[in-house]
T-cell receptor, first 113, second 114 residues
Framework: EDQVTQSPEALRLQEGESSSLNCSYT??????LFWYRQDPGKGPEFLFT???AGEEKEKERLKATLTKKESFLHITAPKPEDSATYLC??????????????FGKGTKLSVKP | GAVVSQHPSRVICKSGTSVKIECRSL??????MFWYRQFPKQSLMLMAT?????????EQGVEKDKFLINHASLTLSTLTVTSAHPEDSSFYIC??????????FGPGTRLTVL
């Protein structure tokens, strides 16, 4: 069964304290792995797509990496405005082009000034 | 980035009534649109996938007669919750599919059924 597990469930950081969020996945053929940011009461905001092991992408203080079993979202010197829930999702390489995403439960990040 | 809008953002209705939620892709054509629901402190669960001009494909356990989906054009999909009940109260989010299977999400609609 395709599955996505994110850890930790919640993470509290001080401003400037770098850390990483983990996304472990099992899928029968990975088409893509996606990271989203979700603020309370809002829809997910697209951050990154990773397609193959070894791939890395960066955006401001965020850097996403991918291996064959997991992905990490590294947050460097976070600021309070980085506080949000970060969602990881995978897309399996089957079922035609429907593009179904399987989401993890997310990591709720809180950054204190 | 690609922008998706939803309307309304929040709706409160009485039990037994029907509610329609619109999802529009504003600056791209979405051949595929997805509908999700999200319960408090839970992740997004896919309800159905709709392709323009054809019938929606529903996930297992989702009642197609209760959640009617119409994908009338490349920029508009609607979800109608028929005969809504309190257990249908949730956060409904749509997304539009773009190149390389990336999905861009709308801001969501909070449905409360009294």
């Amino acid at each position: 069964e395709d599955q996505v597990t994110q850890s930790p469930e919640a993470l509290r950081l001080q401003e400037g304290e770098s850390s990483s969020l983990n996304c472990s996945y099992t899928v029968s053929g990975l088409r893509g792995l996606f990271w989203y940011r979700q603020d309370p009461g809002k829809g997910p905001e697209f951050l990154f797509t990773l397609y193959s092991a070894g791939e890395e992408k960066e955006k401001e203080r965020l850097k996403a990496t991918l291996t064959k079993k997991e992905s990490f979202l590294h947050i460097t010197a976070p600021k309070p405005e980085d506080s949000a829930t970060y969602l990881c999702a995978v897309q399996a390489n089957y079922g035609g082009s429907q593009g179904n995403l399987i989401f993890g439960k997310g990591t709720k990040l809180s950054v204190k000034p | 980035g690609a922008v998706v809008s939803q309307h309304p953002s929040r709706v409160i209705c009485k039990s037994g009534t029907s509610v329609k939620i619109e999802c529009r892709s504003l600056d791209f054509q979405a051949t595929t649109m997805f509908w999700y629901r999200q319960f408090p402190k839970q992740s997004l669960m896919l309800m159905a996938t709709s392709n323009e001009g054809s019938k929606a494909t529903y996930e297992q356990g989702v009642e197609k007669d209760k959640f009617l989906i119409n994908h009338a054009s490349l920029t508009l999909s609607t979800l109608t919750v028929t005969s809504a009940h309190p257990e249908d109260s949730s956060f409904y989010i749509c997304s539009g599919g773009l190149a390389f299977y990336e999905q861009f999400f709308g801001p969501g609609t909070r449905l409360t059924v009294l």
